[in-house]
């Protein structure tokens, strides 16, 4: 009888192993398919992989880390091919790209990539003082990352030129 449990748990074991040796595969495919700028077979490959089952936590953040990141590459390519309504429609790719960092981060709270990622999706969301807040998180976690302090200063440098803007608005002396 103990053989049996210990056998299965060894079966049980086995299994995660593989269904994290596919989605690693996966991954690979799918950043290859990103590298290529080739944003929605990238997707296809990370979602794919996020759909197998009993992953290790750290390897969905990866993924839904990943997946984000394609999400606003599309966006860039539809916009860049003026094929994109500029409208705050639910399937446009940055609220896609927001959820999937948002669920990376849930996963893997301490990670500085998934707050990066979160703020990637605010500022392309034109919300910069969200963006502000989760990179300040992310150089929280990775204080001497430059894409992350660069980020943050292309938000705050926004967001003050939004604020000056508006404060010359005739609107805002309305109130």
């Known amino acids: 009888m ?6 299965k748990s060894t079966e049980v ?8 040796k596919e989605a690693a595969r996966l ?4 950043n290859a398919a990103f590298n290529e700028n080739k944003m929605s077979e990238a997707i296809q490959y990370f979602t794919k992989a996020i759909v197998i089952s009993n992953l290790p936590s750290r390897d969905l953040a990866i993924l839904y880390s990943n997946r984000s990141a394609a999400h606003l590459g599309l966006y860039e390519q539809r ?10 429609e639910t399937n446009d790719e940055r609220y896609q790209s ?13 990670w500085p990539k998934a707050h990066f990622r979160i703020g990637k999706s605010y500022s392309s969301l034109n919300e910069h003082e ?8 992310a150089l929280a976690f990775a204080p001497s990352d430059r894409a992350i302090k660069d980020a943050l200063d292309d938000s705050r440098t926004i967001l003050q030129r939004q604020l000056r803007q508006e404060r010359k ?4 002396h309305l109130c």
Request: overall charge positive; aromatic content about 12%.
């Open 98 to 110: 927001l959820l999937d960092a948002k669920q990376s981060r849930n996963l893997w709270p301490t």
């Open 2 to 7: 103990k053989d049996d449990i210990e056998f």
């Open 13 to 20: 074991n086995a299994v995660d192993l593989e269904n994290t």
């Open 79 to 88: 916009k860049n091919e003026k094929r994109i309504f500029f409208g705050k």
């Open 27 to 30: 991954k690979e495919l799918g």
């Open 169 to 172: 608005s005739p609107i805002y």
């Open 130 to 137: 969200k963006a502000i807040n989760s990179f300040e998180r």
